[in-house]
């Protein structure tokens, strides 16, 4: 992980509470991933990448507590358009739960972890229900491998169905 210096924010949010929420306009100094310095008018340091953030807010990453990366390829399919919630995992996971291998759960983690980095999210717990009888792999480990590509922390949480229409349960 190379040094870091980012400078000329409009604003550096802390994520810390009250006033303290609020460090203004300062550069921050990272090393090895890790906040070091925090003042105004840093100057880089030798070997030191500058990231200009003129016109920017800083502030940390998000943390998403609740994610299914496997139905980040499931969006529009048009059986579940307008379901509400039961009616959408009737139509649209569950019967294609037996279908997905690692290669789909790839491309799925791919688009959701690229979806969160967007949107400022750092850190994502994924609530993976996919297990069953004859799959390719753990299949968890298609989701580390692709977090740790894109360079987001990442914890592996055991999903689990809903009462409603449950997925068909194959041995694990």
Same mark, same amino acid.
């Given at each position: !992980? ?10 550096? !949010?802390?994520g810390r /509470?009250?006033? #303290? #929420? ?12 890790v906040?070091?310095? !925090? ?16 016109? %920017?807010?800083v502030?940390?990453?998000?943390? &998403? ?16 358009? &307008? $379901? ?6 009737? #139509? ?15 491309? /799925?983690?791919e ?9 400022? @999210?750092?850190? %994502? ?9 004859g799959?390719?792999?753990? !299949?968890?480990?298609?989701?580390? $491998?692709?977090? $740790? ?7 592996? %949480?055991?999903?689990?169905? @809903? ?5 068909p349960?194959?041995?694990?």
């Amino acid at each position: !992980m190379s040094d870091l210096l980012i400078q000329g924010a409009d604003a550096v !949010m802390t994520g810390r /509470a009250g006033d #303290a #929420a609020r460090a203004g306009a300062v550069d921050i100094r990272v090393r090895d991933g890790v906040i070091k310095e !925090m003042a105004a008018g840093l100057t880089p340091a030798a070997g030191e990448e500058v990231l200009d953030a003129r016109g %920017c807010v800083v502030y940390p990453g998000w943390v &998403n507590t609740h994610h299914h990366l496997f139905q980040s390829v499931l969006k529009a399919v048009p059986e579940g358009i &307008n $379901e509400p919630l039961f009616g959408w995992l009737g #139509a649209v996971p569950y019967p294609r739960l037996t279908r997905i291998r690692d290669r789909h759960l790839g491309v /799925a983690a791919e688009v959701g972890l690229a979806e969160l980095l967007l949107s400022g @999210t750092t850190t %994502c717990a994924d609530h993976h229900y996919i297990y069953y009888g004859g799959l390719d792999s753990e !299949m968890g480990d298609v989701l580390f $491998e692709v977090a $740790e590509r894109l360079g987001l922390r990442f914890t592996l %949480c055991r999903g689990g169905a @809903t009462e409603k229409r449950p997925p068909p349960r194959l041995p694990q």
